[in-house]
Every structure is written in structure tokens, then in C-alpha cells.
């Protein structure tokens, strides 16, 4: 890091990657469900509808752990957030482990999903407060590569388990990094911002100074202010006083949307289904799980060297130019494969092209983008808010997308999401800032210019 010593470096390094615990097992407990079903299912003499309903309670948790995490975050601090969800991780998949039917499984799932939410929000929220301006991009995306690394990790740790059947164990696994979590954030500093604002100033610079964030980059003078503002106020006040803040909490949110509008989660969670549908067998079906992981895996690797270079607005644009492209591949050569079952594999690589955009440009640069957005007199609030619209839209795909290709066909529903991503596109070019390499606070400074009125 450029004018940062080679301690505050291999700090910076350490606390991003000890936070980032939290993209971990966010992307675990959404991917292990997938093969973990196969033999829940029969133990538990489980309908579709309960299985569908066993999964997509993680969500509903997650939606409610987004909302209610920025709000906890800022009453707690982010460190202290992040310790109690790491708690909730090793309490949540020890109850899935032990679950003993269908209602108490979809009550362990619903609490892990609060925390999976509420990670989802204070990790890259605390990243980026806690790093320099010019590493922020590359570091914060940290969290979204340990999110499909932990995706990955759960589709091996299922066919590792798969011949014994253990289920158990694939839920019980994400135990060892939820007590990681808690345990390394116990050793890390609260962020100068949630400091500042609380008026410990002294502690902020401290902490500032050990990660090689500028004076400038702190800008006590202002948070002096927002700290006298915010014991006379509080967060709701100053997000309906000013239009500017509700602006760009729209904009976050809307944000939030794009990622998933264009049904990167439709291929994640139904890859084998899908292929399956198109003549491969459930075995090699099965195994798709594992090709869309590792492009994942590296296609977010490559997006973290460029973040910092090419700007995050740009790479969205380009990451949302690459969906719509390989969607509308998808979408003609689905239709050709359900005539010709050799050409499943052409369909799968349409579909790995898919998500190495999504996951080099889109996914990582909007989870980015709304941490530097959500201005800091709301910070809680609007990252919860960008957050459940994320976690909300990510609920109606998952829940909606199967029965939508029964209805009308795969070809239909894909060329759908297509124009979903043009769209996205266009709302990218007109709303959304270039933040790279800039202070939270001065990307606040030009919401307030352009929506203050």
C-alpha cells in the first residue's frame, strides 16, 4: 500500500482477512444445503414443499439479520456485531447438526440465516471503514472471495461426505470458522468511524494511525460534528429530514437488486437441477456444483486485482455487459440442448461464463459499492435497508425461479434476466458515483450535491 508502512500493510492485511471470516460462512451455509438435502430428505420423509421451505428459511433470516444488523452495529460497534454473529454461527450449526425433524432443522436454519444477514452487511461495513481509501476496494472485496470460497468449501465437504451420508457434519462444519470469527475479532479494533461518532476521538486516531488511514481520510473536524449531531438525533431522524440520504439509500438498495436481478442465485442453487433437466446424469449433475464453484473461486480472485484499478462504476458496467451477453448464449443453447443432450456441456459453459462475470465484476463491486455509499450519519440504518432489498430479491429468485421454467420454459425465464441486466445497466450509467480511491465522507459530500434538492 502506497505511503502505508509495511506494519500497518501486513495489519490492514490480517484484520480484512480475519473479518472477511464472516463472507466464509455466508457463502458456507448458503451452498451446503444443496447436497446436505439429498439425505435429509429421506430422513426425514420430507416433501418438495418442505424442502423448499427448509432453504428458504435461510433467507428469511438473512433478510431480517440485514435489516436489524446496521442498527446492531451501531448501538454494539462492528467488532463486537461481528463476535456475537460468530456466536450465533457455532450455536446455529450445532442445532442444524442435531436437528431431529423438519421444524426444528428450519428454526436452526432461520437463526443461522440472521447471521448470515447480518454479516452480509457490518463485514464489508467494517472493512471499509478500517482501511486506507486506495486498498479499500481490493480489501473489502476480500469478503465477497471468501464468500464463494465458502460455496466452494460446502460442495466439497459434501461429496467428501457423501458416501457415508453424514449430513450431520455438513451443517456442523461451519462451527470451526463461526468460533474463528468470534475469535479473532475479539483480538481486532473497532473502526475509527464507530469510534469517532461516538466521540472517542483519541481511540479513533489511535486506531486510524496503526492501519495507515491519512488525517484527511479521518477528517476529525467532521466527525466531530456528526458525533455532537448524533446525540441530539439519531438515525431515522436524519434519514427523513434530508432527501439526499434517502436518495442514496435507494440508490444502495437498488444497487443490492442488481446483483441479484440478472439470477446469479438461480444458477448457484439450481445448476444441477437444471442440467439434470438437459439429459446428464444426477451424478455428473451433481458435479456441476463443483465447476460453477471454482470459476466462481477464481473469476472473484481476478476481480480483487482490478477493483482498485479499473473503478468499481466501470466494472460494473463491464460485469453487467458480460451477464446479459452470456445469458442471452444461455438462453438459445438451453433451448438447443433440451433437443440435443450433447449440448448440455455447451449450456453449462454458457453458464460458467455467466457467473465469471457476475462474480469478477458485479457481485464484488455492488457489496463495495453500497458499503462507500450509505453515507455515515446513516450508516446502520441504510446499510440494513440496502441489505434486506439484497436478501429480499435473493428469496424471490430462489423461491420463484423453478416454478417460473415450469410455466413458461428455462429459454423464457433467462432471456428475462437478460433484459433485467440492461436495465441494471442503464441505472449504473445514470445514478451510481465512481467511489474509487475516495473518503466515505467524500462520496457522502457528492450525494448531498447531487440529490440535497
Known sequence: MQGVTPAATRYVRTVAATAALGGLLFGYDTGVMSGALLFITPDFGMTPSQEGFVTSMLLVGAAIGALTGGAVADALGRRRTLILSGVIFVVGSGWCA??????????????????????????????AEVVPAAVRGRLVSLNTLLIVVGQLLAYLVNSLLAPTGNWHLMLGAAAVPGLMLAVGMLMLPETPLWLARRGRLEEATTVATRVGITYDELDIAHKEDVARRAQDSNEWAEFTRHRWLRVTVLIAALLGI??????????????PTMMNKVGLSTENAVYTSIVIGVVSVVA?????QVIDKIGRRKLLLIGLTGNVVFLAALALMYRAAEQNASLAWVALACMAGFIASQQAAVSPTTWLLISELVPPQIRGLGMGLAGLALWSMNWVVAQFFLPLVDAF???????????????AAIFVTRHVPETMRRSLEDVAGEMERRYAR
Open 409 to 423: 420454459s428455462a429459454t423464457a425465464i433467462f432471456a428475462v434476466f437478460a433484459i433485467f441486466g440492461i436495465v
Open 300 to 304: 472473484c480472485w481476478i476481480g480483487l
Open 98 to 127: 442435531l436437528a431431529g425433524g423438519v421444524g426444528s432443522l428450519a428454526a436452526a436454519r432461520t437463526l443461522l440465516g440472521f447471521a448470515v444477514g447480518a454479516v452480509s452487511i457490518v463485514t464489508p461495513m467494517y472493512i
Open 258 to 271: 442488481t446483483q441479484q436481478i440478472t439470477g446469479v442465485n438461480a444458477i448457484v442453487y439450481f445448476a
